[in-house]
């Protein structure tokens, strides 16, 4: 799945971010409209405009929560992705748990590449359900949980904090590739696939009780 020709709401109250967004998302294809408040991409909304909506969710006016749920209203197939700070993370965990969003970003958001994965992965469950789905499957409770390791669950419980790899890295005394290296694995032993999804597995199945 490649971003060409992809349809993208981008909508934050931050200027800068807006135009790094879009600079990077056009040159790798995607045809990208931009939104600094709820009510310009209210205005901008109808149903098949866009494939794809990132929502930054702490913003003036129009909460960003509330943006999701008006612009879905108008087209129930957009995928959106949230764009949180620490401060908002439980309210994107929230939202993905009752499947009304598909993911989210933490910011400041240091690689675009994984902008890129993310949204590929939304297109992806985009085109292949139906349309008049409104809902995200519930995240499977993983199998298998007790086999993290001490050392996974440190790194884990580091992880849901919001620590960057360098940061678990520096935290723990390890190398980044090794954090690497567990992160894998443990994406593995959760069944998830993306950094968020593990975060909302922590918090939904309560790993942060685990005896470290």
């Known amino acids: 799945m490649t971003l060409y020709r992809a349809r993208i709401l981008l909508v934050d109250d931050d200027t800068l971010h807006l135009e790094v967004f879009h600079e990077w998302l056009s040159a790798c294809g995607c045809e990208v409209a931009m939104a600094s408040e709820g009510e310009q991409a209210l205005a901008l909304m109808r149903p098949g405009a866009f494939d794809v909506a990132l929502i930054d969710l702490k ?3 129009i909460p960003g929560l509330e943006l999701m749920d008006l612009l879905k209203d108008r087209d129930p197939s957009l ?10 993370m439980n309210d994107a965990i929230a939202a993905l748990r009752q499947g009304r969003a598909f993911d989210f970003l933490l910011k ?6 994984q902008v890129n994965a993310v949204i590929e992965q939304a297109l992806e469950r ?20 007790e086999t993290l390791t001490p050392r996974e669950q440190e790194i884990l419980s580091r992880l849901a904090q919001g620590d960057s ?3 678990i890295a520096r935290g ?7 954090v690497r290296n567990a992160l894998t694995a ?9 950094r968020s999804q593990a975060i909302v597995a922590y918090r939904h199945f309560g790993l942060d009780a685990f005896p470290l």
């Open 172 to 178: 723990l005394d390890l190398s980044e590739k090794t």
């Open 126 to 145: 985009r085109r292949k359900r139906p349309r008049t789905a409104n809902a995200t499957a519930p995240l499977p409770c993983p199998p298998f949980v």
């Open 186 to 194: 443990i994406y593995e032993k959760l069944k998830v696939t993306s």
């Open 165 to 167: 790899n360098l940061q």
């Open 79 to 88: 995928e959106v992705i949230f764009l949180s700070g620490v401060a908002t």
């Open 59 to 61: 913003m003036p006016g």
């Open 108 to 113: 400041p958001v240091t690689d675009l590449h």
